[in-house]
């Protein structure tokens, strides 16, 4: 499958880097939600036929399906005014009305624009325990924004908890303009409710939470590891050449193996200094994982270790859903 050309803008002199303070240390993030990655313009990419990728490096991403008949959006991004950028692009490609909006996950940064694509029509479609970890965990998660808001000057006021108007236990497919998209549940992987976007005969996947292209993702929802790691490796064994990640670029196959390696390694380095009686600030200041130090939001490593000893020390997730 010959795919569209991606623009190769991630040269030296085009690259803008804009720190709203001076990037944070494994040690400084504070989980209140502030980006400390580069600020990467956004990039948008049609990855087969009516079919686009809006890649965010600093925040989190989003595709959409344009089709005759109207348009399916995946992910609604992180506050109301993003969300109307978001509407603003997918304009500028259709005037189609959005038919569909499916929520892969309930993390506030995929699903606090909801009320625009609400407004403008959107039948808006999740996993019964997304819908149910977004009433759960609302409180949290604007708690978890709070920094973010701060930065972008946006009113946390102007978010609003929009539920899906349709759940699911199992599989669904939805077919919009002659086009067959399959929203797939496999069980929680990173979260409660995980939800791929599968397109069989674009051979792409939208991943969600669970992959994301050379991305550490947080394990504070996740109630098995071993499940999430599983998850990554049948998705990667699948017909499919594009997988579209919540975070970071388009990814392959070895890329989605590659996040299995990582969790896998980070688990087995977790579960090896518990072992030893490590404390949590032990292994925040000594089990670095630096082999990942490159990784995008590896600043974030102090919570990672953090919610992870949770669970290990305790049984149950640091976010856990009832």
Known sequence: MKLPAVALWAVAAGLTFAFPAPRATAQQATGDGAVYEKDIPIQVTEVAPGLFYQYHHAESNNAFLVTDEGVLVIDSRQHPRRAEELLATIRKYTDKPIKWLVNTHAHGDHYFGNSVFKREGATIIAHRDTAGMMKAHYGLEMKRRMGYFKQQKYDPGEVKLVLPDVTFDSNVTLTLGGRTVELLYMGPGQNPGDTQVYFPKERVMFTGGPFSKNSWANPSFTPSMSNWVDMLRKIAAMDVDIYLGGHGDIGNKQDVLHEAQMLSDFDAGMRAAVAKGM??????????????????????????ISSYYHFLTTGRPENAYP
């Open 279 to 304: 404390s949590k600030d032990e292994i925040i200041k000594n089990v670095r994982f630096e082999q990942y130090k490159d990784v995008r939001n590896y600043y974030r490593m102090n919570l990672f």
